[in-house]
């Protein structure tokens, strides 16, 4: 593992790379980014996911964001910095062994709004950024992603004034990516009607949309150190296939 500074905002920003040995050419990548609200959360939440894309061949890498509870800040910050992790990783794809065309991000909750926001959200930007270089994933993996922040969904409390601009559900486009969604079907956060509508309006918009609903699951039902860890690996092998499926990893 490497890890690299992408920015410094009142602290260190910090991507941890995970990369297979002997790789000769450019690889397949993507970064996590944890869940948490955009209040907590750190690193270590994806590394298990991250380490197992690594062995089979994808370079993966976990990254920091600030969050309110250490930084102080509202939920736009988050996607900022999750765009920022996005051009830092695709401005040195030679230097790490990125394809840079083949960069997904990935996340779990609120990490996955900021994965799905880097696709879809064209404020907050930082100024220090190359605004030349594309945040925009080539695929996404969402956990339970809280993907719309519109009334009466997750977030629209604190976002409310700009859930159009935040919002993923609400701007989805011509050139979404192609997506994997993994949801439990008892998630308090997260309806399952509301989650299909939003897999549906991207395929209406010419892209793939993979989902898989787990019975009786909650919110962050797929967490490493849980119950035997069943989910865990039923995610897994989801994120693997559908990697496989995208053409970024090889077939077993």
Known sequence: MESYIYRN?????????????????PLPAIVFFFGGGWVKGGRDQFRPFAEHLCQRGMIAAVSDYRVQKIDNTPPYECVKDGKSAMRYLRGHAEEIGIDPN????????????????????????????????????NALALFNP??????????????????????????????????LVLL???????????????????????????????????????????DDNEYFEKTKQALDDFMVRIGYLKAL
């Open 184 to 226: 439990g079907t008892e998630d308090n956060l997260i309806p399952v009607p509301m989650m299909q509508e939003f897999a549906e309006k991207i395929r209406q918009a010419g892209s793939t949309c993979t989902e898989h609903y787990y019975d009786d699951q909650g919110h962050g039902f797929f967490n490493y150190g849980g």
């Open 102 to 137: 083949r960069l997904a991000a990935g996340g779990g909750s609120a990490g996955g709004h900021v994965a799905a926001a880097t696709a879809c959200v064209e404020k907050w930007d930082d100024e220090n950024d190359d605004l030349n270089i594309s945040p925009r994933p």
């Open 9 to 25: 905002s009142g602290r260190d920003l910090i991507i941890d790379v995970y990369k297979p040995e002997h790789a000769n050419e």
């Open 146 to 179: 809280v993907i719309n922040n519109g009334p009466d969904n997750y977030g629209y409390d604190r976002v409310g004034e700009y859930y159009e601009d935040f919002s993923p559900f609400h701007r989805i486009h011509n050139q979404w990516p192609a997506t």
